[in-house]
């Protein structure tokens, strides 16, 4: 079998779940995709000191980690299946993690919004990793290396997160389409993961208006993961494209 593609999704806001557009691009994309055995997710809404797995039940206890939003959100469902196999299967590639904790934590919007609009019937099992803040940006390319070995395996590998994470900037400034700031750092994305993924691990440095767009690193930081469980042969497209409030770029990305 041909090995499963890497995802990672720019998740946008969890109104993205009610607009027809939105979901009907990801509902396009799903059906682009070969169907996984199991799918392993990071988010940049579960960052510990170390790496853990989420919950390994079927997903019954969604975390709603937004406030102010549409009713119809709090009582959205994905009961996914668990995926407790997979715990024994990363120990594996990741010989040094000689414990791998597991926090029966729920899945938070970073993980059930993108999968509710990708796979709605919620019928493939999900294991969630949370996101290392103690990792450089190269520990996380390289346990996307690492974990890259799964793909073979037929799991597929998504991160979620965003291109760009300025929510100051989305909700106090007024912008009637995309300022040079944002489109500047979101084109130096797309060259580096088409033709020099490796200078992805000095993005804070290099990157045009890097702070700028990321006051804080954690929603690129799960980019990097993807972006290290690549081979050199993958092709890149951009199955999703476009713009939350101006200054968040919605782009998602496909290896593979």
């Known amino acids: 079998m041909n ?3 890497v995802l990672f999704i720019s998740h946008g ?4 779940l009610l607009d027809a557009g939105t979901a009907a691009a990801y509902r396009q994309w799903s059906t682009a995709l070969p169907t996984p055995r ?6 940049a809404h579960w960052e510990t000191p170390e790496l853990r797995c989420g919950e390994t039940s079927t997903h019954r206890e969604l975390i709603y980690d937004f406030h102010g939003f549409p009713d119809r959100l709090y009582e959205q469902q994905y009961p996914a299946p668990g995926a407790p196999d997979l715990i024994n299967t990363i120990k594996n590639v990741l010989p040094e993690q000689t ?8 899945m938070d919007h970073g993980v059930w919004v993108p999968l509710s609009m990708l796979w709605p ?4 099992p999900v294991l969630q990793l949370s996101l290392p803040r103690t990792y450089s940006n190269a520990d996380l390319m390289s346990l996307g290396r690492r974990l890259a070995d ?20 989305a909700f106090l400034a007024e912008y009637n389409t995309p300022p040079e700031w944002v489109t500047a750092f979101e084109q130096w994305t797309m060259d580096s993961l088409q033709h020099d993924r490796a200078r992805l691990v000095t993005w804070e440095q290099d990157a045009p208006h890097a702070i700028e767009n990321h006051p804080t690193p954690e929603h690129f930081r799960p980019l990097l993961v993807a972006a290290g469980a690549t081979y050199h042969d993958d092709t890149v497209n951009f199955p999703v494209r476009g713009y939350e409030l101006s200054v968040l770029s919605t782009l998602s990305v496909q290896f593979g």
């Open 38 to 43: 199991s799918i392993i997710i990071i988010s």
């Open 3 to 5: 090995p499963m593609p």
């Open 99 to 106: 414990t791998l904790p597991v926090e029966q934590r729920g």
């Open 13 to 16: 806001s969890p109104l993205s």
């Open 150 to 169: 799964l793909r073979r395996q037929q799991v597929l590998l998504i991160a979620s997160g965003g291109i760009t994470h300025n929510l100051r900037s």
């Open 121 to 124: 019937q919620a019928d493939i």
